[in-house]
């Protein structure tokens, strides 16, 4: 399976705009390290050979390289631009990746992302054809209508994480269809497409990053882990 092209599509689009900083939250130091680098450092630890693709606004490219070369000058990564939705932002991305295989679609702002999880969902990708993480909803949940509110059985929803990972034969194809609103996700995109999706046991711990006490979190969970 070495032989098996594996690529990585990290996104990182975010203006940080909830974290009321200066810097786009993709930058703002995690215990000395930008934020992004985390996510990179371990696909590039976890699985030999993959290609890493990071996906930035075109203003923050530049950032990056000086980013890049500070901190993981190691790793080859490619840049590129993003777009104006996530959708065109993990298009150019793939537009990047050229040969059958895996491919991951990971947030950039996830800096805690396991090599156990890389791992679990590259081996059932290669099983079933994708391998979406997703946690149990741990609170109560309401949905508001016209009319007020009703209760939601949690018991039956799931939240939705990165890295969503697929085989490129299933990917690839379905990011060459037009735009709709509803594509917040790969795995919205490739079920547009006509292809199921499977689901695979994500991680408590693989928080994504967008407001002060989320940083917070992430740094106490590092600490912890180190």
Aim: hydrophobic letters at 40%.
């Amino acid at each position: 399976m070495s032989d098996i092209k594996k690529y990585a599509v990290v996104v990182a689009g975010g203006r940080g705009l909830r974290m009321g900083a200066s810097v786009p939250k993709q930058f703002l130091p995690l215990l000395g390290k930008p934020l992004l680098c985390y996510a990179i450092q371990a696909f590039a630890a976890t699985l030999r050979g993959i290609h890493i693709i990071l996906v930035l606004p075109p203003d923050q490219l530049n950032s990056a390289k000086t980013v890049l070369k500070s901190y993981l000058g190691n790793i080859d990564v490619t840049t590129v631009a993003g777009g104006d939705t996530r959708y065109e932002s993990v298009q150019n991305g793939l537009a990047k990746v050229n040969d059958d295989g895996v491919v991951f679609v990971h947030d950039g702002v996830r800096p805690l992302l396991s090599p156990e999880l890389i791992q679990r969902c590259y081996q059932q990708t290669l099983d079933k054809g994708s391998a979406i993480p997703v946690v149990p909803v741990m609170e109560s949940i309401r949905i508001i209508d016209n009319d007020g509110s009703k209760s939601i059985n949690r018991e039956q929803l799931r939240i939705i994480q990165t890295p969503q990972t697929f085989l490129t034969r299933i990917i690839l194809p379905a990011f060459q269809q037009p735009y709709q609103p509803s594509f917040t996700d790969e795995a919205n995109v490739v079920e547009a497409h006509g292809t199921a999706i499977h689901l695979i046991d994500g991680a408590l711990e693989n928080i994504k990053v967008t407001t002060p006490e989320d940083m917070l979190i992430a740094e106490t969970l590092l600490k912890a882990s180190s």
